[in-house]
């Protein structure tokens, strides 16, 4: 993904397949669980609910929690993370795509 694109991703409401969260929270598994069992989609980290970019610290670290909440869903999740550059600052995007091993569930609960 490229900052374009990410722009892209900024202009549009969230929906199904796109949310947006300031940090990484308790939904962002549950999140992720529902887009792999409908037809994936992007989570950005980094951006408010009303779009604000707030970015993230210390993106190593912050990498390193987003893949252990998405590591603890099973069967394990098709995602990728990438760090974006915007107005200064860092955001992560998550690409969840639509999983193949449906039905996924994160922590023994199932999310659509």
């Known amino acids: 993904m ?3 694109n990410l722009i892209q991703l900024l202009l549009k409401d969230e929906m199904p397949s796109l949310s ?18 409908g037809n994936g989609g992007f989570i950005v980290i980094g951006v408010s609910d009303s779009k604000k970019i707030v970015g993230i610290v210390d993106v ?11 590591k603890r869903a099973t069967p394990l999740l098709p995602f990728s993370i990438s760090v974006q550059k915007i107005e200064n600052v860092d ?3 998550v690409i969840i795509l ?10 023994g609960s199932f999310f659509v």
């Open 91 to 93: 955001v992560l995007v």
């Open 20 to 37: 947006f969260f300031t940090d990484i929270s308790s939904n962002v598994g549950p999140t992720a669980v529902a887009m792999a069992n």
């Open 60 to 70: 190593e670290k912050k990498i390193a929690e987003l893949n252990g909440v998405l």
């Open 98 to 107: 639509e999983g193949g091993k449906k039905p996924y569930l994160i922590d």
């Open 2 to 4: 490229d900052n374009n």
